[in-house]
Structures are given as C-alpha cells and as structure tokens.
C-alpha cells in the first residue's frame, strides 16, 4: 500500500448524526455516489464496494478525466473489491450485510435479484437493513428496463427541449441534473426509511428513480404549459420559464454576463435607483410586476444600456448592495476558488495524493453544533480489503490471499 494511503480511516467524531452506522455502498457514477458521501460525511462508515476493475468512474476515460469528479464523491470511504459473480463473492457481501445497516446499489432494475443477492433476498440476512436503490425509472413501470444515463433522462424528464433559446435547438443542461436530483432524493428516503426503523426495529426497502426525482423540477415550465397549451413556448433563453418574471435574464458587461431576478416590486424601484433611472419609478409600463411581464422587452432594454458599461462583478455588486437578486456570470475556476465556501467549510483545501493541492467540497448537509469531519482523500481501489474483511469480517491473512488468489477480491 502506498505511504499515503491511512491503514484506517479516522473514526468519526463525536456527536455527528450518523455515528455506529456502516453503509454497504455498490453503487457508481453520481447519482448513488453522492447519496453515500453524504452519509460519510454524516458520520457513517462507508464501505465502497467495487468490481474487480474498480466501479466506472474510476476507468472512465475522457478529454478532461474523471480523478476530480472521483475524488469529489468518495472522500472518507473505505473502498474493497469483490467479484459478485462468485459464489464466494456473494457470501462475503452476505456477511458484511449481518454486520450493516443500510446497502445502496444503482445497478439497472433486476440485477442484485438475478445474482442472488437482491433486496428481498438480504433481508432474510439482516431484517434490520435498509436496502436503497435508485434507477433511471424505477423497478417497475414499462420502462423499468430502459437504460439510463444523465443526458438520457434529461431528454425524457422534459430538461433538454426546455433549455436553449426560443430560435434555437434543445439544449442539454451543464450540469448532470438528474442524477444528483435522484442522489439527494435517495439519501432523503433512506433517511426516511432509518427514523422508521427507529420505531419499529424493522428494515426497508426504498427506491428513487432519476425521473421521478427530476420532473418538479420544471414546474415554473409546467405552469406556464398548463395556463397556455400549445401557444407556451418550448423554451426560453435565459428568461423566466414561465415567463412570468421581468426583469429576468442574462445581460452582457463589459467582461462577462449578469443575472437579475427582480420578482418585487420593490426589487425594480432598487434598480431603478441603481442604473440611474429613478424618473421611470412611477411610469405605468413599469410599475407593476405584471406591466413589466408584459413590458419585458423595455426592462430588458433598460438593464441591458446600463449592465454593457460595467464590469460584470462591478455592475452585480451594485445590485447586491441594493438587495436585489442578481449574480456575476461566473467560469468555473471562479466556482472552484469560491471564497464564501471556502469561509464556510463547504469546499476544503485537499492534499490529495493524486491531484495535489485541490478544493474539494464537504457535505451541505449541517448540524449546529457539530464540526465538520476531517475530509479523508479517496482511497486506491481495495484499499480497505484488509481491514474491513479482515479486522471486521474476521478472515484471516491466509484467507485473504486465498480470496485474492481465486479472485474473489
């Protein structure tokens, strides 16, 4: 093992709300990925079960690669291998499960119950377990065995036709929606599925699918398709998408771009104040959150004469100070080196053993009171083989290299 690999990772804390409990996690990308970093960063003890050849994220090749995304999701995780496809395999999960709380897999529907080892089939083991899972569209339904990745459920969830310009193509989403929706909502229902445990002693099986998990997410456009059928507009540019706020939209500076979303009316007589226009406070065409809708090309007219002189985080700035709802058009390393999260603890400077010096985000998930656990760098595949089935499951040193030598770890 390298040197710069911990032979454990840390305990958690004291206090941290998810302290005594292990997570069994067999699942890859992002959507079951950041479900049980959540839980790490929780004060769970997470076991990252992987394939032989490491889950898909840490393989994936690509133009920009995939060490940072990795790195993002799996700190403070205990990664083993396991060959699921053996009889030896399946026995070790088995026993790991008696000694679990929850396991979370994101396989396609179906494929834990063909290896034998599927939801009904684990409780037998342990019936205090909570079984989660997430899928693109749920275990049943007649799409259940449609495959399903990000860009494919953001054209099926309605994501993809609404963004872009009115003029223009469909347009898919930057960043991968659905799948952190389905993550966030899968650590939500396990979450659900432990306070009823709590009660009753028992286990549960829950499921999110990607496109339940996504659809509210377009209600602003929904509204907007309900109220005018046919006549709605498929997509909106960077204007409201139910184009029921002005101002609302990108505009140009001098360097970059600004948003404004200015719902109240108090939010316009601000701006007004703000660009130099105070003259129009009482102008009929604008007073109104309504006459401004149907006046939208007048604010934007406005907003766009004024923000074009500025600097982007000047002209924002301006805003703020005025509290009205706005934000520099910011590029990815100004995400990245962001001070506020930085302040907060939400993104940490990372000493990682294979990216070097990195900011990598803590979970947002805080409880008053509790400090932040230490972020523990992603760990090589099987790092934790050794401990977890050897100091926890037991097997000996002779067993582990027999496990390895048949290929089972």
């Known amino acids: ?50 394939p032989l050849t490491g889950e898909n994220l840490r393989s994936r090749g690509d133009l920009g690669g995939v060490a940072y995304p990795f790195a993002m999701l799996n700190s403070n995780k205990k990664p083993v291998t396991l060959n699921l496809k053996t009889e030896a395999g399946k026995n070790l999960l088995r026993e790991m499960v008696r000694k679990a709380d929850i396991l979370i897999e994101n396989f396609a529907p179906g494929v834990m119950t063909r290896l034998g080892v599927g939801a009904e089939a684990l409780l037998k083991v342990n019936p205090r377990l909570i079984y989660g899972s997430s899928s693109g569209y749920g275990s049943d339904g007649p799409y259940r065995n449609y495959p399903a990745m990000d860009l494919v459920m953001q054209a099926m969830c309605g994501v993809i036709n609404s963004t872009g310009f009115q003029d223009g193509p469909p347009v898919k989403s930057g960043a991968a929606l659905c799948d952190f929706f389905a993550g966030i909502h899968l650590f939500s229902a396990i979450m659900m599925a432990l306070y ?12 999110v699918s990607m496109q339940d998990a996504t659809y509210c997410s377009l209600a602003s456009n929904y509204g907007m398709y309900h109220a005018r059928g046919d006549a709605a507009p498929e997509r909106t540019g960077n204007r409201h998408g139910g184009l029921g706020v002005a101002p609302y939209n990108a505009y140009p500076a001098r360097d970059g771009y600004v948003v404004v979303n200015a719902p109240a009316d108090h939010h ?35 907003l766009e004469t004024w923000i074009a002189t500025q600097a982007k985080d000047e002209a924002a700035g301006a805003m703020l100070a005025k509290a009205v709802p706005c934000a520099p058009v910011r590029n990815l390393r100004e995400v990245m080196e962001d001070r506020n999260m930085l302040a907060r603890g939400a993104l940490q400077p990372v000493d990682h053993p294979e990216l070097g010096l990195v900011n990598l985000p803590h979970t947002p998930l805080n409880v008053r009171g509790v400090p932040r656990l230490p972020l523990v760098p992603s760990l090589p595949l099987g790092a934790s083989n050794d401990e977890v089935y050897g100091k926890w499951l037991g097997h000996s040193t002779a067993d582990l290299a027999r496990l390895k030598r048949d290929g089972i770890i």
């Open 1 to 50: 093992m390298p040197d710069h690999v911990p032979d454990t990772l840390p305990d958690a804390g004291q206090g941290h709300p998810l302290d005594g409990l292990t997570v069994l996690d067999l699942t890859q990308i992002y959507n079951g990925p950041y479900a049980t970093f959540l839980m790490a960063m929780g004060g769970a003890n997470v076991i990252k079960v992987e």
């Open 268 to 302: 316009w007589q601000a701006i007004l104040e703000v660009i130099g226009r105070p003259d129009l406070k009482d102008d009929e065409r604008l007073k109104t959150r309504t006459a401004r809708v149907i006046n939208y090309e007048l604010v934007d007219r406005l």
């Open 196 to 207: 009823h445990r709590e009660r009753t002693g028992t286990g549960k099986i829950v499921e």
